[in-house]
């Protein structure tokens, strides 16, 4: 049996097929005893090249938006899921593919592109459909955390919850991704009981991002927003033994993040589907 701590990774990949180009596989077959989460994928599954869509040695799921090249989320385990959830059962978020829900025994992992709240000029007019997406997320998994449910939710939450999380907030505050009320929205989580894996195993340690803007020597100076999270229920949270931003991993805006889980998380009579050949 192997003992060794399963890896959980989320990362905005903006764009699947670019970053194709630019070494994900290769990355991706580096990461062992793992379940890989993606946003932003912008393809439909049919459009992903065959090496991508089903590498060996990955079960794969996607959930793409009807609107074509915007949004989605994708997800690659060495060893198959339970099952894999994609409906909210709303329409407005459901037709931006937005939510994967993969089940492993005991553990959820929910795979969320959280929307920004800039529109299309570049305005504030996406707000109102980010904060209801968060709240209604957040209202959903109440129930299920207060009864102790083993849950992931990982992610780019389009939003920096406190001023630590990016390089210059107050240059930002009327910026959305930390904008009051964007950042009280998040709040509501933290009183629900979520723990931030990366706070909870870093601290308040300063300059550690998952985001920079594309503007020439940014990423250089590390002038970054940390925006991706993987959150976990208290209950989940007694088996997260580590926790890490991979700021050095390139390919996207966004980095990859990752929790690592102590196996018994999945249950004491779960057993790993074999892994693909």
């Not at 994900?24 to 989460?37: H, K, P, T, Y």
Request: net charge negative; glycine share 8%; proline share 5%.
């Amino acid at each position: 049996m192997n003992d060794a701590p399963v890896r959980v990774l989320s990362w905005n990949i903006n764009g699947l097929r670019s970053a194709a180009k630019k070494g994900f596989i290769d990355w991706l077959e580096q990461q062992q005893n793992a379940v890989v989460g993606l946003q932003e994928v912008r393809a439909e599954e049919n459009q992903l090249p065959d090496d991508v869509r089903e590498p060996a040695g990955w079960f794969t799921h996607f959930h793409s938006a009807q609107r074509k090249g915007y949004s989605g989320v994708g997800l690659y385990s060495r060893h198959a899921p339970d099952r894999v959830e994609r409906e909210l059962g709303i329409e407005e978020f459901d037709v931006e593919g937005r939510v994967q829900i993969a089940h492993f025994g005991e553990l959820q992992i929910w795979n969320v592109y959280f929307p920004n709240g800039s529109g299309k000029d570049r305005d504030l007019s996406r707000i109102p459909y980010k904060l209801e997406f968060y709240e209604h997320l957040r209202t959903r998994l109440l129930p299920e955390v207060q009864n102790g449910g083993r849950i992931l939710v990982m992610g780019d939450f389009n939003t920096a919850h406190a001023e630590i999380d990016l390089a210059r907030p107050k240059d930002n505050v009327k910026t959305s991704g930390f904008r009051p009320e964007e950042r009280e929205a998040f709040g509501l989580w933290m009183k629900d009981g979520w723990v931030d894996t990366f706070r909870e195993q870093h601290g308040d340690v300063e300059g550690r991002y998952s985001w920079w803007s594309q503007r020439q020597g940014v990423r250089a100076r590390n002038v970054g927003w940390r925006i991706d999270y993987v959150l976990a229920s208290p209950a989940a949270q007694e088996f997260v033994v580590d926790a890490e931003i991979h700021a050095s991993v390139l390919g996207s805006d966004h980095c990859p993040i990752s929790v690592d889980l102590d196996r018994a998380v999945f249950g004491p009579d779960y057993r790993f589907a074999s892994a693909k050949p």
